[in-house]
């Protein structure tokens, strides 16, 4: 018997960051039931670019209308789907810059969302995997002038 074929899949989200008393804050989304603490990002809608969905997406789950200031980084792993083929999932990142709307203003989708400063989420990220995206939200925030 053959293992079934592998199927991929993308999605993209944002790092929305803004300068706090303590230094760098950004917005994280968290779930309590099973406890999650991560970076708002979603699949695309069809037709969307990659930055068009990040776009959505951050609004969408944290209630922000946010622009893409740079790049960050892809984060790539795999699961099972439902029927145990495996997927080859791609979330592309965006460093953002809040615009406008309001944290209460989020979807259903998390309970909370949520600005921390950037050492706390770093602390407190359930998918370790998206460290290397706050690091570079890091050093690129830490480059910009005040």
Not at 51 to 75: F, H, K, M, N
Not at 106 to 127: G, K, N, Q, T
Not at 131 to 139: C, D, G, Q, Y
């Amino acid at each position: 018997m053959t293992a079934p074929a592998a199927r991929t899949a993308s999605a993209a989200g944002g790092v929305v960051f803004r300068r706090g008393a303590e230094g760098p804050e950004i917005v994280v989304v968290l779930r309590h039931n099973p406890p999650l603490v991560a970076l708002p990002k979603g699949k695309p809608d069809l037709g969307e670019s990659v930055e068009q969905t990040a776009i959505r997406e951050v609004r969408e789950e944290t209630g922000l209308e946010a622009r893409i200031l740079e790049p960050l980084g892809e984060v790539r792993y795999w699961f099972p789907d439902e029927d145990g083929v495996r997927v080859d999932k791609v979330v592309t990142y965006f460093l953002m810059e809040a615009t406008g709307g309001a944290l209460e203003l989020h979807d259903h989708e998390f309970d909370e969302v949520v600005w921390v400063h950037i050492a706390e989420a770093e602390r407190r990220l359930s998918h370790r995997n998206q460290l290397h995206i706050i690091h570079r939200a890091a050093e690129l925030i830490g480059k910009m002038p005040a």
